[in-house]
């Protein structure tokens, strides 16, 4: 009775192996932590060089040098987005061009100040617009052009000239650029498991691969991309309808973004991030990880109900009805409404024929519920 009273210690057989065992426990424990810290560590700098690697950026703003309009300093931000049309390498299966590249879609995204409000102004690729001098890949200059189409400033000098030629008409210093191509598009919209639309007609048209029954639908890369690029299968058959559609699939895919739960899904988070940076080409201010994550984390509160969609107001050229040309004081409205931080004015638009695409309503988002987030 007396020794099971007394307290054990490390000098008896059985106490010392015990402490033994347990300063081994501790040991392989520690070890095992360390090395959980350091495999995260790699891993966290695999993925943000594998990412980093991923973007494709221009030095615009050492191309442009100092003569551009000023910064707004009111907290907003302006970014000069494109879609490219490109016909290279995975891109091939559109049809063939001469070897160049022309700005199929273009928005000026205007990001008010705090982020939690946007307006998206859509430029028709073929408006009539001043284009200025550019530099060419090859190193030459193309001459300024008192009425040239606006897709044709990416064509003749790339994303330096495009963003020297949004500058030129709209009056605002493009903060920031960034650039997709079709198969990238492609790729992000299947990567989110494509985007839930419903269309209220049939569209038709074997010029952009796309096919869609009247009703709901969850669009893959393929159909998203025929449905932005698609002008005969619905409208009036000119870019101005095209627009539009544009416009409501944009609404879509933002708010399927908003609906699939990144932030809890590392998993998922990963796949999107990788596939959108290897989508992208920026200027070399959003050319990194941690500068898209910024961007990112900034708007991560906009969904289609805080974001306006306007088209340029334009008017077709008289003297060609398959240009179309700004109408100035309403022109002159959008962008004093931007400038000011402010959503652009009902009136701005009054007029113009880019609501007369007849595309309007045709593809909304789909009502159904968004997705719950996954846990893994």
């Given at each position: ?9 490390g ?8 402490s033994?065992r347990r300063?081994?426990?501790l ?11 350091l ?12 990412l980093?690697?991923?973007?494709n ?11 551009r309009?000023?910064p ?6 302006d ?17 063939h061009?001469?070897g ?12 008010a100040?705090?982020?939690?409000r ?5 430029i028709?690729?073929d ?11 090859s190193?030459?200059?193309?001459p ?17 000239c495009?963003?020297?030629t949004?500058?030129?008409?709209t009056g ?7 650039e997709?191509?079709?198969?990238g598009f ?8 494509g985007?839930?639309?419903t ?8 010029k952009s691969h ?8 969850t ?9 932005v690029?698609?002008?005969?299968g619905?409208?009036d ?11 409501a699939?944009m609404?879509a895919?933002m708010?399927?973004?908003?609906g ?6 590392p ?8 596939t959108a ?21 900034g ?13 340029l ?16 004081r309403?022109t ?12 652009v004015?009902?009136?701005a638009?009054?007029g ?25």
């Amino acid at each position: 009775m007396l020794d099971d009273q007394q307290p054990r210690t490390g000098s008896s057989p059985t106490g010392a192996g015990r402490s033994r065992r347990r300063r081994r426990r501790l040991r392989v424990a520690a070890c095992a932590a360390a090395g959980a810290v350091l495999l995260g560590a790699g891993g966290a700098g695999y993925v943000y060089h594998r990412l980093n690697a991923n973007i494709n950026s221009v030095d615009i703003d050492g191309a442009l040098g100092g003569h551009r309009p000023a910064p707004l300093g009111n907290g907003s931000m302006d970014i000069l987005v494109l879609g490219s049309d490109s016909r290279s390498g995975a891109n091939r299966e559109y049809g063939h061009d001469s070897g160049t590249a022309r700005s199929d879609t273009a928005m000026v995204v205007h990001l008010a100040k705090g982020h939690k409000r946007a307006t998206v102004v859509s430029i028709p690729r073929d408006t009539l617009v001043a284009r200025p001098a550019c530099k060419t890949p090859s190193g030459g200059t193309a001459p300024a052009q008192r009425q040239a189409m606006f897709n044709s400033a990416y064509e003749v000098g790339g994303p330096v000239c495009a963003v020297k030629t949004a500058e030129l008409l709209t009056g605002l210093r493009m903060d920031h650029y960034v650039e997709v191509d079709f198969t990238g598009f492609k790729d992000l919209v299947n990567t989110l498991g494509g985007v839930p639309v419903t269309t209220t007609r049939a569209i038709d048209d074997p010029k952009s691969h796309l096919s869609l029954a009247a009703g709901t639908h969850t669009l893959d890369g393929e159909q998203a991309l025929g449905l932005v690029r698609t002008r005969h299968g619905v409208g009036d058959g000119s870019d101005l309808g095209r627009i539009q559609l544009q416009q409501a699939f944009m609404k879509a895919l933002m708010d399927r973004i908003g609906g699939l739960g990144l932030t809890t899904s590392p998993t998922k988070l990963f796949a999107v991030a990788d596939t959108a940076t290897s989508a992208l080409t920026t200027d070399t201010g959003l050319g990194s990880v941690d500068k898209l994550m910024g961007l990112a984390r900034g708007v991560r509160h906009l969904d289609s109900t805080n974001t306006q969609m306007v088209t340029l107001p334009v008017r077709y050229d008289p003297a060609d009805p398959n240009r179309v040309e700004p109408l100035p004081r309403q022109t002159a409205m959008v962008w004093a409404a931007l400038r000011a931080d402010r959503p652009v004015p009902a009136d701005a638009v009054k007029g113009s024929a880019a609501g007369r695409g007849d595309a309007g309503g045709v593809v909304r988002a789909d009502p159904r519920p968004k997705p719950s987030a996954s846990p893994h």
